[in-house]
């Protein structure tokens, strides 16, 4: 379990997403509602390193973000894809504390 | 869960033998099944329908049916290169050249088919060659590269797709057929004789009513057919398509039934005499015929699999119509192209000059359709088929069908309400008009519900208007109000929105969502929310509560392209452009290394720029002179322009001109979906006017306004809306004109569809915009001199704003690029392409693209 410090608040973009790169794995973090949401940024649909450049909001209530490319929905919350693919992109824990923003990639869930 | 899983082996790894396995695995029954795959070529099943394609640069890969990984993935034994070479059927196993024994509990046979040879003395020598694998492919290839001279025995569907194969080798071709017309099946002799009329002019040599008795050494060519009427013809290759055979030497040895000419002998059900044994594809023998053509195989391939799901399935033979494009000929056949019906009668259309032949053969009663057969324009097979297969009722003048469209008559023969249920409409997905109908029955209440269900529209997505169309007049036929919202997060269409965001002012997404809607907003309420603020205020993207409703290419500013680099378009109004600047985008080009191209749009497009290098290349751009091409955005994109008088010995007035001036009064409007201009200088219209959103015509008293037209997926022509306008009165036009597409259009919805789903249609449209009949047009003109007044480069603006640009970034936290980007050196044209997924799995080598 390693928390580890990728930008600050206010390198975040309310209700968009931006990318950070811990190691080798790149990640998107979705700022919604003073929380902040961290997943892969590699679109399986599409092979491309895209996710933070989509739209995110939610689905029946889910939140959610849909990839630049084909807009397959993927869920911010489980990671999987939300049209009925059998994909799934991971979910890692993240939060702000103080104006530090924090990902643990380690610790990534990735839906069957 | 201790059941022992059952195992399948699949003998062939061809079409059908795979599709039979993707199926297997789409039905999720590879938790049920352990699959065992022998396949004899050395390679996984590839596509032999466009085996030709091979020739024209195609390589193995491309042509490959599996993706790369996907046996792994699944967990499925492929074992290519290794025939079966006998089976013990009492024992049930399966025995394979290399060795491998294989216990089954069911077995499927998909060993396809093998060219026949016709029993001619000489037929062993060696120029004489097949055309089914890529092996054999390879072989004519190099046989072609020493040779002058080829002749295809066999003037049929796969004759004349090898003769072609041959004469793109550069070889001086010949067909020789035995019957007295090219495709004696398919075509009556009128259509095979504007066929062969068609296939001469490209040089191919054709001979009917000819019997080859003998090949031998040949004088001037290494061999020489010689003729049952006495004739010959020397040549260097010789290539059979004379018919295929089944392969069934596999189910001979171990004794399954075959049939009298050969064939694995099958039922409905496709078993053999085996109960532990189908056979399906090429191979099998159904109700006395073979077939041969995919889609009897993938039938096929589907009925096993149901079976195995525990669905009662049957084949019950399979229709044999074909379309096919050979040589560059349209050509397509259906039903019982020759009129053999008792009773029939036919209706043939023949068109010397444009080379077009159509027959159509009806019942006697005149109601149903019983063939057809279509050379050289086949677009309207795929409406005689469904007439075809669904014994639909003919209009009441049959001939109505293959009688040309004139402008005037407009035939609404094939809307969503006539299309039969069986009718396909996403080819992606195979989405039947019924599959949507069921899915509707079955509680679906929008085109996503739509979606999910039946998979149709996620694909290429080419058939989402028709889906949209059948899904709505489906819904309104069961008295349910077709919900036009937006999406799940706001009750409205576009249109309320536009009205209530105007009307109370808001100004932010937060804001609207707080009044009007409910949740976070998705994909498709944020663009849209977006583009009316946009249309009202015309705010720019990047303002800070706005990036988050913009799509991508918005938010950046170009096009996103497959692996998640974007274009680059500056602005060249209406396509002139100074030797400087053509220098200019040559020298950021090389700089950056960027992929050139002169584009659809009369403009250059420059491909593969990295989201960290845009703000440096658009300074260079804007530096120069340049603007923002805003090819990304729903905005206007390109006026198209002709020579025009300045140069053109026909012009009557500067189209040139007219179009500068159009480019630059309307760019960066936004709209609900992309608008296009044209200008001509005169009615010879090279400027392709009348397919544009607004088209302008020089007359020789004035211009000429057409409005929506549309090219693309499907092309409508422009309207002509007013003519013989001056400048002043034509611009007024055509201001009022955007701004009520603007204002009343649904998102993503062009100006020809606008238009046709607009009641009362195009003098509607004149009415409101010419006549003022709704009292707008002041408004529509204040809102269109705003815009104006307040345009701003998007680029300009994003390159000279430190935050802004800061943005233009991968990642937060390093400088670095997508690591994942790679691109490599194109041969063909020197520059740079991405890396195809193999390429970079595998690591080829190849060149790699350094970086600015
Ligand atoms: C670059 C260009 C092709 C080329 O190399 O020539 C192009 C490229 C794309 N076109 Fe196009 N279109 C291009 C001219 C055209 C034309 C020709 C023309 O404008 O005269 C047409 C047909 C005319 C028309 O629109 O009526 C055309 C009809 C489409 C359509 C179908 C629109 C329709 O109404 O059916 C789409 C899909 C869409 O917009 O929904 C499309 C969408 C696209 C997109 C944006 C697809 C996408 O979303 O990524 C392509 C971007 C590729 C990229 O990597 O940047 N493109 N596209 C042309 C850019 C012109 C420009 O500078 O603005
Ligand atoms: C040039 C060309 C163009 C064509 N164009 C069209 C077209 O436009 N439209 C259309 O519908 N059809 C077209 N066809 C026909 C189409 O390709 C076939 O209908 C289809 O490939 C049949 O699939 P299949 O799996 O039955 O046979 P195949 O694709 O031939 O596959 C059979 C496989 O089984 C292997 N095999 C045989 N015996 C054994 C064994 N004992 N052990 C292991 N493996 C074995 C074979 O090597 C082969 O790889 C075309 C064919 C050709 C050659
Ligand atoms: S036609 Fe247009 S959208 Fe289609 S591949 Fe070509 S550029 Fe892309
Ligand atoms: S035809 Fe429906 S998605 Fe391609």
């Known amino acids: ?112 | 869960m201790s059941a022992r899983k059952q195992t399948i082996v699949v003998v062939g790894n061809g079409m059908v033998g795979h599709n039979f396995v993707e199926k297997l695995v789409d039905a999720g029954l590879l938790e049920h099944y352990e699959v065992h795959v022998f396949g004899e070529e050395p390679r996984p099943a590839y596509d032999r329908v466009y085996l030709s394609s091979y020739f024209s640069g195609k390589t193995a890969e491309d042509l490959s049916l599996v993706p790369p990984g996907y046996y792994e993935e699944h967990g499925i034994h492929a074992y290519l290169g290794d025939p079966v070479v006998d089976i013990n059927r009492r024992k049930k196993i399966v025995y394979s050249a290399k060795g491998r024994e294989v216990h089954y509990d069911k077995l499927v046979m998909a060993t396809g088919s093998v060219p026949f040879v016709p029993p001619i003395e000489g037929n062993d020598r060696e120029d004489c060659l097949v055309y089914r694998t890529i092996e054999d492919l390879e072989m004519i290839e190099a046989k072609a590269k020493v040779s002058k001279t080829g002749v295809v025995v066999g003037g049929g569907l796969l004759g004349l797709e090898a003769a072609k194969a041959l004469a793109d080798l550069g070889l001086e071709t010949h067909v020789v057929e035995f019957a007295p017309r090219l495709m004696p099946v398919q075509l009556d002799d009128a259509g095979a004789g504007l066929l062969r009329r068609k296939i001469e002019k490209m040089g191919v040599f054709v001979h009917v009513s000819k019997n080859t008795q003998l090949i031998t050494d040949g004088e001037k060519r290494r061999n020489k057919m010689v003729f049952a009427d006495g004739q010959e013809l020397e040549t260097d290759i010789v290539l059979f398509s004379t018919g295929i055979r089944p392969r069934d030497d596999l189910a001979k040895k171990i004794g399954l039934k075959l049939g009298p000419r050969g064939g694995i002998v099958v039922d409905d059900m496709l078993l053999t005499s085996d109960p532990s044994i189908w056979a399906i594809g090429e191979c099998a023998l159904h109700d006395g015929t073979i077939y041969g053509l995919v889609a009897p195989g993938y039938a096929m391939a589907q009925a096993v699999v149901h079976q195995l799901q525990g669905i009662t399935a049957t084949f019950t033979g399979a229709d044999m119509s074909t379309k096919l494009k050979l040589m560059g000929v349209d050509v397509g056949s259906i039903g019982d192209p020759h009129g053999m019906t008792p009773g029939a009668h036919t209706y043939v259309y023949q068109n010397e000059p444009e080379e077009i032949y159509k027959k159509i053969v009806v019942s006697e009663d005149k109601k149903k359709l019983l063939g057809a057969v279509l050379v050289g324009d086949a677009s309207d097979y795929g409406n005689l088929l469904q007439l075809y297969l669904n014994e639909m009722e003919l209009p009441e003048h049959p001939d109505d069908l293959i009688l040309p469209q004139r402008s005037g008559s407009s035939s609404n023969l094939f809307g969503p309400a006539a299309l039969p249920e069986t009718a396909q409409v996403c080819s992606c997905y195979d989405v039947s008009k019924g599959d949507i109908i069921k899915a509707i029955d079955d509680g679906a209440t929008t085109l996503a519900d739509v979606k999910a269900v039946t998979q149709a529209c996620t694909g290429c997505g080419g058939c989402t208007q028709l889906v949209s169309d059948i899904v709505n007049y489906e819904l309104e036929q069961r008295g349910v109000e077709v919900k036009k919202d937006i999406c799940e997060h706001f009750p409205y269409s576009r249109q309320e929105l536009f009205h209530i965001i105007k009307v109370e002012g808001i100004k932010t997404f937060d804001e609207l969502l707080a009044k009007k809607g409910q949740g976070h907003g998705c994909d498709i309420c944020k663009p849209a929310v977006a583009s009316i603020f946009a249309d009202i205020y015309n705010s720019f993207a990047m303002e800070e509560d706005k990036i988050g409703l913009q799509d991508t290419n918005d938010r950046f500013l170009g096009n996103l392209q497959k692996d998640g680099t974007y274009s680059v378009i500056p602005r060249v109004p209406g396509g002139v452009i100074t030797p400087e600047k053509l220098i200019v985008i040559g020298q950021v080009a090389k700089k950056y290394n960027l992929y050139t191209k002169i584009n659809g749009g009369q403009r250059i497009v420059m491909f593969g720029a990295q989201l960290n290098d845009l703000p440096a290349i658009w300074e260079e751009l804007l530096a120069a002179g340049f603007e923002s091409g805003q090819a990304y955005a729903k905005s206007l994109r390109t006026v198209k322009s002709c020579v025009g008088s300045t140069w053109c010995r026909y012009g009557v007035d500067d189209s040139i001109s007219m179009a500068i001036k159009l480019e630059h009064r309307y760019k960066g409007l936004r709209a609900p979906h992309k608008i296009k201009m044209g200008v001509s200088g005169c009615t010879r219209e090279c400027a392709e006017a009348q397919a544009k959103d607004v088209g302008v015509i020089a007359t020789e008293n004035g211009w000429n306004l057409y409005v929506c037209g549309n090219g693309g997926m499907k092309p409508r022509h422009a309207d002509l809306f007013a003519t013989d306008l001056d400048e002043e009165t034509l611009f007024k036009y055509i201001d009022r004109f955007l701004m009520f597409y603007i204002q009343t259009a649904d998102r993503l919805q062009r100006t020809a569809r606008w238009l046709e789903n607009l009641e009362g249609g195009i003098d509607y449209v004149k009415d409101v915009v010419i006549n003022d009949s709704l009292g707008i047009c002041d408004e529509l003109e204040r809102q269109m001199q705003f815009i104006r007044d307040t345009y701003k480069d998007d680029w300009y603006e994003a390159v000279h704003n430190p935050e802004v640009r800061e943005k233009f970034r991968m990642f937060v936290n390093s400088d670095e690029r997508d690591p994942d980007v790679v691109f490599v050196k194109e041969e063909l044209t020197g520059m740079y392409r991405p890396a195809t997924p193999e390429e970079k799995l595998k690591g080829i080598a190849v060149e790699v693209r350094p970086n600015a």
Do not use: W
């Open chain 1, 1 to 112: 379990m390693a928390f580890i410090k990728v930008c600050t608040k206010d390198d975040l973009i309310p209700d968009a997403g931006i990318a950070a790169k811990v190691g080798d794995v790149q990640v998107a973090l979705f700022y919604i509602d003073d929380e902040v949401y961290a997943v892969g940024n590699h679109d399986p649909a599409s092979g491309a390193n895209v996710i933070f450049r989509g739209i995110c909001g939610d689905l029946h209530g889910e939140l959610m973000v849909a990839s630049p490319l084909y807009k397959d929905h993927y869920s911010l919350i489980t990671g999987k894809h939300m049209d009925g693919k059998d994909l799934a992109i991971p979910v890692y824990p993240a939060k702000i504390e103080g104006n530090d923003v924090l990902v643990d990639v380690e610790a990534a869930s990735q839906a069957a």
